[in-house]
């Protein structure tokens, strides 16, 4: 079992910073994947940035790519997403996702076992 914890959303204006941690529990968190998603209103979760169990790979959705970094602290069980240069079309719900199982490059939200209860981030124009 992974619990997951997010937080660090807002409201910022365009042209922004915000970051995101999410601070995780349970099984050893150096032992699987974590994911970041987001979910405007109305619309479906899309994925957003993924980095696997070392903190060595990492995968941005095209939208975000050059703006977002995601890390990873395994010491402090923490994963985190640095987002700059934002846009008002960034602004969703952001959620923190786990995956356990090894293997690939995953950016479909069934593809993640264990969620966290999302943050609110607002980006004003």
């Known amino acids: 079992q992974v619990q997951l914890v997010e937080s660090g959303g807002g409201l910022v204006q365009a042209g922004g910073s915000l970051r995101l941690s999410c601070a995780a529990s349970g099984r050893t968190f150096s032992s699987y994947a974590l994911g970041w998603f987001r979910q405007a209103l109305g619309k479906e979760r899309e994925f957003v940035s993924r980095?696997?169990?070392?903190?060595?790979?990492?995968y941005y959705a095209d939208s975000v790519k050059g703006r977002f970094t995601i890390s990873r602290d395994n010491v402090k069980n923490t994963v985190y997403l640095q987002m700059n240069s934002l846009k008002p079309e960034d602004t969703a719900v952001y959620y923190c996702?786990?995956?356990?199982?090894?293997?690939?490059?995953?950016?479909?939200?069934?593809?993640?076992?264990?969620w966290g209860q999302g943050t609110q981030v607002t980006v004003s124009s």
């Open positions: 980095i696997g169990w070392s903190g060595g790979s990492t």
């Open positions: 996702a786990a995956r356990t199982i090894i293997g690939g490059v995953r950016t479909t939200p069934d593809e993640y076992e264990y």
